[in-house]
């Protein structure tokens, strides 16, 4: 029981010694200086706007993406609108809520208005060749810009 006790001793003894040796520094040189936190608060910063530069990027790109697919289901579910509702129909931008009625047209947000990414309603062009024609005006709103989506080529 002794020799345990002396062995406890002992290593309580070293640990002292080093932690000495640790705080026994002159306290110049403890602790950081107000450059290096500096260096280290522009580091964080860097790295913290080269992610957020790359997060808006592909929330932008995601929303032109949902606005493409909200347009391929509109145009996927006109065939069946229109048979409901006549060979001479035409869909507008004041009668796309009847596009509900139609089973195919599943819509992304539920029962809130057909619109594009960015809240705004499409721009309809009926009768085409191919149907219908739909346009978003994209990020910006404005038509006639290098951003607007359509669901032809131009």
Known sequence: MNRIFIKQNKAKNSLRQSLRKVF???SSQLGMSLI???VVLVIIAMVAGGIGVKVMDSFRKSKI???KIFMSKIISAYPLWQETKGADACLTSENIETLREVAAYNPPYGNDPITDAWKRPFKIICPTP???DLISFGPDGKEGTEDDITSFKK
Do not use: C, H, L, V
């Open 24 to 26: 026994s520094r002159p």
């Open 36 to 38: 290096e936190i500096m």
């Open 65 to 67: 993406d949902t606005t």
């Open 130 to 132: 191919a149907g219908i």
